[in-house]
């Protein structure tokens, strides 16, 4: 029988809490050994953000992320931790799947909508973040 795939991440900004850690983190610790686990560092999502742009603070927060997830008990043994740029089929998956996206349907993406609201300009990539 195989197992069922989890897969999941945390954005490269902002530092995590509490709650992160009470509603994903020690559930993932935990049930690591029930399910194939990809725990990735969203690193490409990070980009939306204009401070994030930043090449140093991108990768000090990215290597930040990855040592949260081992110090919370992901066991690279029983889990894969990666980043998400070092996978190619996800920027060129998001790019199909972006190019039969309504932009209707993503104006209306409350991510969108909550961010936007917060900046002057904002790139297009805040408007693709829900599919990527």
Known sequence: MTKKTVLSGFQAT???????????????AKQQAEYDNLFFVANLHALTIPEAIN???LYQKSRQI????L?????????TI?????????????????????VGWLE???QYKSKAAQYQTIGS??????VL
């Open 14 to 28: 902002g530092t995590p809490h509490l709650g992160n850690y009470i509603g994903a983190l020690s559930v993932w």
């Open 55 to 57: 090449p140093e603070a």
């Open 66 to 69: 990855a040592a949260l997830y």
């Open 71 to 79: 110090a919370c008990g992901l066991n690279p043994q029983q889990s």
């Open 82 to 102: 990666f980043l998400q740029s070092d996978v190619a089929a996800h920027p060129y998956l998001s790019w199909l799947l972006c190019c039969l996206t309504p």
């Open 108 to 110: 209306r993406m409350t």
């Open 125 to 130: 990539g805040l408007l693709m973040y829900p």
